[in-house]
């Protein structure tokens, strides 16, 4: 498609924005030549049938139920170790060139004997996906010292606003584990025990999610207020399908923040509202579903019109074919945000991040920087 100079220019800008990622699935994140190459693998081998799964692999529009159809195969896919650190490292690598400096990710830790897979030797695998990104990998972006940039940003050198690739050009990775709509109070109540033992690893909270036509809510309070005992975050996907008891509900835990909020009725909304509970907003991944029947009808407008604090996501992205980028764009060219807002919007981000205090800091003062580039 052939993009006009405006819109290029939005485009690169929008590449280039830091940007705060804060609801984005691990296995939902997993590069669409990976599945194909992990499914061939499988089909060589005779245990599954790469043609019957090549058009699913590689569709673009899928039904929620779809999705969830998806992730299962995801999931025969991904068994492996080795894979699930290959992914982790991956998914870093593609935030990272999309100028995330901050990036949540979730994932549902997994048992599964036959492969000798723990919980907790997942979430392990995770880690070591995260700690080889961290340890290779600079941020190519504002902020990365790329010759165009501080070749024509002479101001940069200035005392404070000095190019320095190491100290400010790493993207900042944190984990959530989530807990799986299908899962047990025993295994909700594992997950967040896990996480809590493993937070000095960068375990910063839990997330529900899963598929929402599935399980009760009340199976999870258990493990949910546990946490929420000991101080630790949690994150809700919430009204993804029309659920009134279950909403109300939600909101009343009041969770640290809630991701989705597609069906809320009159009185929930003015409960959301008057709450200030950040909202995780995912428009690609609402639409694709059918949660909203379109962008310009999208709850995003009414949220950010009614100075609610909002982040903006992207769910699934090897799942939607979309990008944190493309989400920004969308943002602003049918909202008519202007770079200069779409940049408070990501800073304002850092609040409702599950960092420390001390990294939102450090984050604080790269926006800052970005600030300073941009004008
Ligand atoms: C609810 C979702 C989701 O955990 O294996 N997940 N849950 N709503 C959504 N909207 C589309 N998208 C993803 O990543 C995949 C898992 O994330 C949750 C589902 O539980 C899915 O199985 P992990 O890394």
């Excluded at 669409?32 to 693998?41: D, F, T």
């Excluded at 492996?80 to 982790?88: A, C, E, L, S, V």
């Excluded at 880690?127 to 340890?135: F, M, P, Q, S």
């Excluded at 949220?303 to 764009?329: K, M, Q, W």
């Amino acid at each position: 498609m052939m993009l006009e100079a405006g819109e290029e220019r939005l485009v690169r800008a929008c590449q280039r924005l830091p940007k705060v990622e804060l609801h984005a699935h691990l296995n939902g994140c997993i590069r669409p030549s990976l599945l194909l190459e992990l499914a061939e693998e499988r089909d060589i081998v005779g245990q599954l049938s790469l043609s019957d799964f090549k058009d699913v692999i590689l569709k673009e529009d899928r039904s929620l139920e779809e999705c969830f159809k998806l992730f299962a195969l995801i999931h025969i896919l991904t068994t492996d170790h080795g894979i699930i650190t290959r992914i982790t490292k991956e998914v870093i690598e593609d935030f990272a060139s999309e100028s995330v400096v901050y990036l949540e990710l979730r994932t549902t830790p997994k048992h599964n004997e036959k492969v000798g897979m723990s919980k907790r030797s997942y979430v392990e695998a995770v880690l070591a996906g995260i700690r080889a990104t961290d340890a290779a990998f600079p941020l190519e972006s504002f902020f990365a010292c790329e010759e165009k940039i501080c070749a024509s940003s002479a101001t940069m050198e200035t005392p404070n606003h000095r190019c320095d690739e190491k100290k400010i050009g790493r993207i900042h990775v944190r984990l959530l584990l989530s807990i799986d709509r299908r899962e047990s109070v025993e295994g909700a109540m594992e997950t967040v025990r896990l996480a809590w033992e493993m937070r000095h690893l960068g375990i910063v909270g839990i997330d529900l999610s899963g598929d929402p036509c599935i399980g009760d809510w009340k199976t999870f309070l258990p493990a949910l207020t546990w946490a929420k005992e000991q101080g630790f975050p949690v994150a809700l996907h919430c009204a993804e399908v029309p659920n009134p008891t279950e909403v109300e509900a939600m909101l009343a835990f009041r969770p640290d923040r809630l991701g989705h909020v597609c069906f809320l009725e009159d009185s929930e909304w003015s409960k959301l509202l008057t709450s200030g509970i950040p909202v995780e907003v995912c428009l690609t991944s609402n639409i694709r579903t059918n949660r909203v029947q379109s962008i310009e009808v999208h709850h995003f407008s009414a949220l950010y019109n009614a100075n609610h604090p909002v982040v903006i996501c992207t769910d699934d992205p090897g799942i939607f074919s979309t990008t944190i980028s493309r989400e920004y764009f969308l943002i602003a060219s049918h909202f008519g945000l202007k770079v200069p807002e779409l940049l408070h919007l990501s800073k304002k981000a850092i609040d409702f991040t599950f960092a420390d205090e001390k990294l939102k800091k450090t984050l604080l003062r790269l926006f800052d920087q970005a600030e300073y580039v941009l004008d």
